[in-house]
Protein backbone atom coordinates (compact mmCIF):
# COMPACT_ATOMS: atom_id res chain seq x y z
CA UNK A 1 0.00 0.00 0.00
CA UNK A 2 3.00 2.54 0.59
CA UNK A 3 4.42 1.83 -2.47
CA UNK A 4 1.35 2.04 -4.19
CA UNK A 5 0.72 5.41 -2.06
CA UNK A 6 4.25 6.70 -3.00
CA UNK A 7 3.51 5.38 -6.82
CA UNK A 8 0.58 7.61 -6.87
CA UNK A 9 1.53 10.75 -5.30
CA UNK A 10 5.10 10.98 -7.69
CA UNK A 11 2.71 10.48 -10.74
CA UNK A 12 0.59 13.28 -9.26
CA UNK A 13 3.47 15.41 -8.70
CA UNK A 14 4.89 14.61 -12.35
CA UNK A 15 1.43 15.43 -13.60
CA UNK A 16 1.00 18.71 -11.40
CA UNK A 17 3.99 19.96 -12.76
CA UNK A 18 3.60 19.08 -16.31
CA UNK A 19 0.26 21.09 -16.08
CA UNK A 20 1.86 23.92 -14.53
CA UNK A 21 4.87 23.93 -17.47
CA UNK A 22 2.21 23.51 -20.19
CA UNK A 23 0.12 26.73 -18.71
CA UNK A 24 0.37 29.57 -20.60
CA UNK A 25 4.02 29.59 -21.57
CA UNK A 26 4.24 32.39 -24.00
CA UNK A 27 5.07 32.86 -27.43
CA UNK A 28 9.10 34.16 -27.89
CA UNK A 29 7.46 37.64 -29.55
CA UNK A 30 6.69 38.28 -25.78
CA UNK A 31 9.90 38.62 -24.22
CA UNK A 32 10.30 41.72 -24.91
CA UNK A 33 8.05 43.77 -22.51
CA UNK A 34 8.00 47.79 -22.89
CA UNK A 35 6.71 49.00 -19.20
CA UNK A 36 6.14 53.02 -19.35
CA UNK A 37 7.47 55.55 -16.56
CA UNK A 38 6.41 59.13 -16.25
CA UNK A 39 9.21 59.81 -13.91
CA UNK A 40 7.77 59.85 -10.51
CA UNK A 41 9.92 57.54 -7.92
CA UNK A 42 6.98 55.39 -6.93
CA UNK A 43 6.49 54.48 -10.77
CA UNK A 44 10.25 54.09 -10.60
CA UNK A 45 9.89 51.60 -7.45
CA UNK A 46 7.17 49.41 -9.34
CA UNK A 47 8.03 49.24 -12.52
CA UNK A 48 11.67 48.03 -10.82
CA UNK A 49 10.26 45.37 -8.95
CA UNK A 50 8.41 43.88 -12.10
CA UNK A 51 11.67 44.26 -13.63
CA UNK A 52 13.42 41.82 -11.83
CA UNK A 53 10.69 39.34 -11.35
CA UNK A 54 10.45 39.51 -15.30
CA UNK A 55 13.84 39.12 -15.52
CA UNK A 56 14.21 35.98 -13.39
CA UNK A 57 11.39 34.07 -15.47
CA UNK A 58 13.19 34.83 -18.28
CA UNK A 59 11.86 38.30 -20.14
CA UNK A 60 13.57 41.05 -21.29
CA UNK A 61 11.76 43.94 -20.26
CA UNK A 62 12.63 47.79 -21.34
CA UNK A 63 11.33 51.31 -19.63
CA UNK A 64 9.49 53.91 -21.24
CA UNK A 65 10.23 57.51 -19.98
CA UNK A 66 7.15 59.06 -21.42
CA UNK A 67 4.25 61.88 -19.96
CA UNK A 68 0.82 60.28 -18.82
CA UNK A 69 -0.91 61.14 -22.49
CA UNK A 70 1.59 60.09 -24.30
CA UNK A 71 1.86 57.20 -22.05
CA UNK A 72 -1.83 56.33 -22.92
CA UNK A 73 -1.58 56.67 -26.17
CA UNK A 74 1.71 54.61 -26.77
CA UNK A 75 -0.62 51.58 -24.92
CA UNK A 76 -3.59 51.81 -27.40
CA UNK A 77 -1.38 51.59 -30.03
CA UNK A 78 0.61 48.82 -28.66
CA UNK A 79 4.11 50.53 -28.55
CA UNK A 80 3.77 49.89 -24.47
CA UNK A 81 3.06 46.88 -23.20
CA UNK A 82 2.15 47.93 -19.42
CA UNK A 83 2.23 50.94 -16.80
CA UNK A 84 1.71 50.53 -13.42
CA UNK A 85 0.98 53.87 -12.46
CA UNK A 86 -2.70 55.00 -13.53
CA UNK A 87 -3.64 56.81 -10.34
CA UNK A 88 -7.49 56.96 -10.02
CA UNK A 89 -9.15 59.29 -9.87
CA UNK A 90 -6.32 62.08 -10.76
CA UNK A 91 -5.62 60.84 -14.03
CA UNK A 92 -9.42 59.87 -14.65
CA UNK A 93 -9.45 62.14 -16.80
CA UNK A 94 -6.67 61.61 -19.56
CA UNK A 95 -7.35 57.97 -19.69
CA UNK A 96 -11.38 58.39 -20.14
CA UNK A 97 -11.17 58.54 -23.68
CA UNK A 98 -9.05 55.85 -23.90
CA UNK A 99 -11.31 53.72 -22.03
CA UNK A 100 -14.47 54.64 -23.29
CA UNK A 101 -13.23 54.26 -26.70
CA UNK A 102 -12.38 50.71 -25.88
CA UNK A 103 -8.69 50.80 -27.42
CA UNK A 104 -7.03 50.13 -23.56
CA UNK A 105 -7.22 47.54 -20.75
CA UNK A 106 -7.10 48.59 -16.88
CA UNK A 107 -6.29 45.71 -14.87
CA UNK A 108 -8.27 44.79 -11.95
CA UNK A 109 -8.30 44.90 -8.61
CA UNK A 110 -5.76 47.82 -8.30
CA UNK A 111 -2.19 47.34 -7.85
CA UNK A 112 -1.90 49.47 -4.81
CA UNK A 113 -4.79 50.86 -2.28
CA UNK A 114 -4.57 53.78 0.52
CA UNK A 115 -2.67 56.50 -1.48
CA UNK A 116 -3.30 59.85 -1.40
CA UNK A 117 -3.03 62.81 -3.52
CA UNK A 118 -3.86 66.67 -2.95
CA UNK A 119 -2.15 69.77 -2.04
CA UNK A 120 0.00 69.83 1.30
CA UNK A 121 2.04 72.29 3.85
CA UNK A 122 4.92 71.77 6.22
CA UNK A 123 3.65 71.36 9.75
CA UNK A 124 4.78 74.83 10.70
CA UNK A 125 2.95 76.07 7.88
CA UNK A 126 -0.24 74.21 8.58
CA UNK A 127 0.13 74.63 12.91
CA UNK A 128 0.54 78.66 11.91
CA UNK A 129 -3.04 78.37 9.78
CA UNK A 130 -3.37 76.78 6.59
CA UNK A 131 -5.26 73.71 7.21
CA UNK A 132 -7.53 73.50 4.09
CA UNK A 133 -7.81 74.58 0.68
CA UNK A 134 -9.66 77.71 1.88
CA UNK A 135 -6.83 78.89 3.86
CA UNK A 136 -4.74 79.43 0.96
CA UNK A 137 -5.65 82.93 -0.38
CA UNK A 138 -5.85 83.96 3.09
CA UNK A 139 -2.25 84.00 3.45
CA UNK A 140 -1.21 85.24 -0.12
CA UNK A 141 1.46 87.13 0.30
CA UNK A 142 3.38 84.37 2.80
CA UNK A 143 2.83 82.03 -0.37
CA UNK A 144 4.07 84.61 -2.97
CA UNK A 145 0.75 83.76 -4.65
CA UNK A 146 2.58 80.53 -6.32
CA UNK A 147 1.38 76.67 -5.62
CA UNK A 148 3.84 74.45 -6.85
CA UNK A 149 3.44 71.35 -8.94
CA UNK A 150 5.05 68.88 -10.91
CA UNK A 151 5.69 68.13 -14.57
CA UNK A 152 3.69 69.88 -17.03
CA UNK A 153 1.03 67.60 -18.77
CA UNK A 154 0.40 66.19 -15.45
CA UNK A 155 -3.09 66.14 -14.59
CA UNK A 156 -3.20 67.03 -11.16
CA UNK A 157 -1.34 70.16 -12.30
CA UNK A 158 -4.56 70.49 -14.40
CA UNK A 159 -6.49 70.75 -11.44
CA UNK A 160 -4.81 73.21 -9.60
CA UNK A 161 -4.76 75.12 -13.22
CA UNK A 162 -8.77 74.89 -13.08
CA UNK A 163 -8.76 76.19 -9.50
CA UNK A 164 -6.20 79.32 -10.30
CA UNK A 165 -8.65 79.93 -14.08
CA UNK A 166 -12.18 79.67 -11.90
CA UNK A 167 -10.58 81.40 -9.00
CA UNK A 168 -11.70 78.51 -7.14
CA UNK A 169 -10.82 79.32 -3.28
CA UNK A 170 -10.31 82.96 -4.29
CA UNK A 171 -6.86 81.59 -5.97
CA UNK A 172 -7.46 83.77 -9.00
CA UNK A 173 -4.07 85.81 -8.68
CA UNK A 174 -2.24 82.70 -7.72
CA UNK A 175 0.41 80.90 -10.27
CA UNK A 176 1.12 77.40 -10.59
CA UNK A 177 4.83 76.77 -10.79
CA UNK A 178 5.40 73.25 -13.05
CA UNK A 179 8.85 71.58 -12.53
CA UNK A 180 9.83 68.01 -12.10
CA UNK A 181 9.01 65.82 -9.17
CA UNK A 182 12.25 66.25 -8.00
CA UNK A 183 12.32 69.72 -8.96
CA UNK A 184 9.51 70.57 -6.83
CA UNK A 185 10.88 68.42 -3.87
CA UNK A 186 14.21 71.18 -3.94
CA UNK A 187 11.95 74.16 -3.88
CA UNK A 188 9.74 72.56 -0.67
CA UNK A 189 13.05 71.39 1.16
CA UNK A 190 14.70 75.21 0.24
CA UNK A 191 11.70 76.46 2.17
CA UNK A 192 11.41 73.95 4.72
CA UNK A 193 15.27 74.72 5.34
CA UNK A 194 14.50 78.44 5.57
CA UNK A 195 10.57 78.24 7.40
CA UNK A 196 9.29 80.08 4.70
CA UNK A 197 6.05 79.23 3.79
CA UNK A 198 4.91 76.88 0.36
CA UNK A 199 2.39 74.67 -0.38
CA UNK A 200 2.72 72.29 -3.12
CA UNK A 201 1.05 69.26 -4.60
CA UNK A 202 2.04 66.16 -1.83
CA UNK A 203 1.11 62.45 -2.13
CA UNK A 204 1.73 58.56 -0.88
CA UNK A 205 3.82 56.49 -1.27
CA UNK A 206 6.51 58.90 -1.42
CA UNK A 207 9.44 59.45 0.76
CA UNK A 208 8.50 62.97 1.85
CA UNK A 209 6.01 61.28 4.11
CA UNK A 210 8.64 60.33 6.03
CA UNK A 211 11.51 62.81 5.33
CA UNK A 212 9.72 66.10 6.29
CA UNK A 213 7.19 67.03 8.93
CA UNK A 214 4.04 67.22 6.19
CA UNK A 215 0.01 67.95 6.36
CA UNK A 216 -2.39 67.41 3.34
CA UNK A 217 -5.40 70.33 3.20
CA UNK A 218 -8.65 69.66 3.92
CA UNK A 219 -11.46 70.97 1.79
CA UNK A 220 -10.14 69.60 -1.81
CA UNK A 221 -13.03 66.91 -2.01
CA UNK A 222 -14.14 68.74 -5.06
CA UNK A 223 -11.45 68.72 -6.87
CA UNK A 224 -8.93 65.93 -5.70
CA UNK A 225 -11.62 63.32 -4.34
CA UNK A 226 -12.61 62.86 -0.72
CA UNK A 227 -10.32 61.88 2.16
CA UNK A 228 -7.87 63.90 1.09
CA UNK A 229 -7.40 62.99 -2.54
CA UNK A 230 -8.35 59.36 -1.67
CA UNK A 231 -6.72 57.43 -4.45
CA UNK A 232 -5.92 53.79 -6.04
CA UNK A 233 -3.40 52.78 -8.33
CA UNK A 234 -3.88 50.50 -11.52
CA UNK A 235 -2.03 48.88 -13.96
CA UNK A 236 -2.99 49.34 -17.86
CA UNK A 237 -2.00 47.34 -20.98
CA UNK A 238 -3.43 46.79 -24.15
CA UNK A 239 -6.75 45.43 -24.80
CA UNK A 240 -5.54 42.47 -26.41
CA UNK A 241 -2.23 41.45 -24.25
CA UNK A 242 -3.83 39.11 -22.33
CA UNK A 243 -4.53 37.07 -25.29
CA UNK A 244 -1.36 37.41 -26.93
CA UNK A 245 0.98 37.35 -24.06
CA UNK A 246 -1.21 35.39 -20.94
CA UNK A 247 1.90 34.32 -18.79
CA UNK A 248 3.26 37.85 -18.68
CA UNK A 249 -0.50 39.31 -18.20
CA UNK A 250 -1.29 36.96 -15.43
CA UNK A 251 1.90 38.19 -13.66
CA UNK A 252 0.55 41.95 -13.72
CA UNK A 253 -2.45 41.02 -12.93
CA UNK A 254 -1.10 39.66 -9.57
CA UNK A 255 1.13 42.53 -8.55
CA UNK A 256 0.23 43.96 -5.32
CA UNK A 257 1.90 47.11 -3.26
CA UNK A 258 1.65 48.38 -0.53
CA UNK A 259 2.53 52.42 0.53
CA UNK A 260 4.94 51.11 3.35
CA UNK A 261 6.61 49.28 0.81
CA UNK A 262 7.05 51.68 -1.84
CA UNK A 263 8.16 54.41 0.89
CA UNK A 264 10.73 52.03 1.64
CA UNK A 265 11.90 51.52 -1.71
CA UNK A 266 11.54 55.16 -2.71
CA UNK A 267 13.68 56.55 -0.34
CA UNK A 268 17.00 54.55 -1.85
CA UNK A 269 15.63 55.98 -5.16
CA UNK A 270 15.60 59.42 -4.02
CA UNK A 271 19.02 59.26 -2.81
CA UNK A 272 20.03 58.29 -6.52
CA UNK A 273 20.34 54.66 -6.28
CA UNK A 274 19.32 52.78 -9.50
CA UNK A 275 15.61 51.63 -8.99
CA UNK A 276 16.39 48.78 -10.23
CA UNK A 277 19.02 48.01 -8.04
CA UNK A 278 17.30 49.17 -5.03
CA UNK A 279 13.97 46.59 -5.92
CA UNK A 280 16.39 43.98 -6.09
CA UNK A 281 17.89 44.28 -2.64
CA UNK A 282 13.96 45.11 -1.22
CA UNK A 283 13.01 41.67 -3.11
CA UNK A 284 16.09 39.73 -1.46
CA UNK A 285 15.08 40.99 2.24
CA UNK A 286 11.64 40.70 0.82
CA UNK A 287 11.00 37.56 -0.75
CA UNK A 288 7.78 36.13 0.57
CA UNK A 289 5.60 38.91 -1.40
CA UNK A 290 6.83 36.47 -4.38
CA UNK A 291 4.26 33.58 -3.55
CA UNK A 292 1.20 35.51 -4.33
CA UNK A 293 2.64 37.52 -7.50
CA UNK A 294 4.00 34.42 -9.02
CA UNK A 295 1.12 32.03 -8.24
CA UNK A 296 0.18 30.76 -11.50
CA UNK A 297 3.05 32.25 -13.33
CA UNK A 298 5.39 30.09 -15.23
CA UNK A 299 8.85 31.56 -16.72
CA UNK A 300 8.57 32.18 -20.24
CA UNK A 301 9.32 28.86 -21.58
CA UNK A 302 6.83 27.22 -19.07
CA UNK A 303 9.07 25.80 -15.97
CA UNK A 304 7.51 27.36 -13.38
CA UNK A 305 8.39 30.65 -12.05
CA UNK A 306 8.80 31.07 -8.75
CA UNK A 307 11.94 28.80 -7.50
CA UNK A 308 13.09 30.25 -11.10
CA UNK A 309 12.90 33.94 -9.61
CA UNK A 310 14.89 33.06 -6.49
CA UNK A 311 17.78 31.40 -8.13
CA UNK A 312 17.35 34.78 -10.08
CA UNK A 313 18.15 37.05 -6.72
CA UNK A 314 20.52 34.11 -5.13
CA UNK A 315 22.61 35.12 -8.24
CA UNK A 316 22.60 38.83 -8.23
Not at 98 to 104: A, S, Y
Not at 152 to 166: R, V
Request: proline content about 6%.
Amino acid sequence: MKQILAWTARTLAIASSFVVSAHAADPATCRAIRMADIGWSDIAATTGLATNVLQGLGYAPSKIIASEPITFAGVKSKQIDAFLGYWSPSMDPVIEPFVKGGTIKVVNPPNLTGAKYTLAVPDYVYQAGIRSFADIAKNADKLHYKIYGIEPGNEANGLIDKMIKTNQFGLGKFKLVESSEAGMLVQVNRAVQNKEWIVFLGWEPHPMNVRMKMNYLSGGDDVFGPNYGEAKVYTVQPTDYAARCPNAAKLFANLRFTTSMENQIMTHIMDKEDPNKATLDWLKANPSVLDSWLAGVTTLDGKPGLPAVKAYLANH
